[in-house]
């Protein structure tokens, strides 16, 4: 996990939410999210059949497995949606 994420976590658990919201929204930072419903809209855009569930296993093994000198991609994503549809 990314130290900023968990420094903004550890003031929010001491209820210090705009210090999580500072260290949060810092210019030296980007965060780029994939969420649950862009895997289920590309999923169904590309043909994929898939669960939520799966959807789920998905988006973890995509951050667990990504090369973040690379990132992640659509390229990435097809390839996730083939093995997890495929299961």
């Known amino acids: 996990m990314n130290i900023h994420i968990k420094k903004a976590i ?3 658990k001491k209820n210090e939410v705009k210090k999580a919201l500072k260290i949060l929204k810092s210019k ?22 898939i669960t939520k569930k799966d959807a789920r296993c998905l988006l973890e ?12 991609s659509f390229e990435d994503l097809n390839a996730y949606l083939q093995h997890y549809s495929e299961t």
């Open 28 to 49: 030296d930072i980007i965060y780029i999210t994939w969420t649950l419903d862009d895997v289920m809209n590309y999923a169904e855009l590309t043909g994929y059949k």
């Open 10 to 12: 550890k003031a929010l």
């Open 61 to 72: 093994d995509f951050e667990e497995n990504h090369d973040p000198e690379y990132g992640l």
